[in-house]
């Protein structure tokens, strides 16, 4: 069953979603050379604290942290650490998420630590991105779940990989209804899988954390000894992007973007949900 959201709970997402964003502001502010990944992990639960937040993975199946920090070759779910030092040259991406009043936000981004990247790094990021931006767009009523996947796929699939080859879709991991939980149906695949059928219709209410991964090389992952680090299998570097975002009667609205998604939607010909807040 799919939860379905009234207006004004579609709200109080928002205002999760608001302070998600700042905790991507600040982390992303903090990520750099030195630092440790616990120094992201203290400046987003000082953003909770100023909001009057409560953390949405602290605990979550025992996880130990307030946020994941996932460096290079990890993919997702990576354990901030005093011992995990940043430094010049690597790619991390940062998952967060907030609730207010029961309401829950969750969404990533991935930044480079230093400068001087080499351009298939800073071609990947850009490339989950936009793939999960063309998910996005394809949130509109009388779609079904199984566009946004296929939106998602068919970005990936155009873009030529500079040096050869195909970028990996990770397909152990992907994105999920959010509400009154973090975690809620229907899971969404970055990729079609035909056998899996068209999923539900996509109606005002409808709400999905989107959440495409992806690696320079293999689809598939391993989870590390401490049961939460999730490797890529052949160790290539791996991007993670990922917004919570409402349908509603005018659109969709994202609601971990500072701007609703305005700016971005509208490259792709999209109006945005006017803000609740606003
Ligand atoms: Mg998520």
């Known amino acids: 069953m799919v939860q379905i959201k009234t207006p004004e709970q ?17 982390t992303r502010e903090a990520a750099v050379p030195g630092a440790t990944t616990m120094d992201l992990d203290q400046a987003a639960r000082k953003v909770l604290a100023e909001h009057d937040a409560k953390p949405n993975f602290l605990g979550y199946g025992g996880f130990p ?9 990890v993919v997702v779910h990576g354990i901030p650490s005093d011992e995990v030092v940043l430094k010049d040259g690597d790619v991390i991406s940062i998952d967060a998420g907030a609730i207010i009043d029961g309401w829950h936000g969750d969404a990533a981004f991935t ?33 079904r ?6 939106a998602i796929e068919t970005y990936i699939r155009r873009q030529p990989k500079p040096g050869g080859g195909k970028y990996g879709i990770i397909e152990d991991y992907g994105g999920h209804g959010i509400g009154t939980e973090m975690h809620m149906d229907p899971h969404l695949l970055n990729y079609v899988e035909k056998r899996r059928g068209k999923g539900p219709k996509l109606v005002p209410g409808f709400c999905l954390a989107i959440e495409p991964m992806v ?27 990922e917004h919570s975002v409402a349908l509603t009667e ?29």
């Open 145 to 150: 779940l199984i566009d946004v996947s296929r």
């Open 111 to 143: 930044a480079f630590v230093g400068s001087g990247h080499a351009p298939e790094l800073l071609e990947l990021s850009r490339v989950t991105e936009e793939s999960m931006w063309a998910g996005i767009a394809a949130m509109k009523q009388g779609n």
């Open 250 to 278: 005018e659109g969709p609205l994202v609601l971990t973007a500072p701007d609703g998604g305005k700016a971005k939607l509208a490259e792709h010909g999209i109006t945005a949900a006017p803000d609740p807040l606003a």
């Open 215 to 241: 690696s320079l090389g293999t689809p598939r992952t391993e989870v590390l000894e401490d049961d939460w680090t999730v490797i890529t299998t052949d160790g290539t570097w791996s991007s993670h992007w």
């Open 65 to 73: 942290a307030t946020i994941c920090t996932s460096v290079n070759e």
């Open 10 to 26: 579609i709200a109080k997402m928002r205002e999760a979603g608001l302070v998600v964003a700042a905790i991507h502001a600040a």
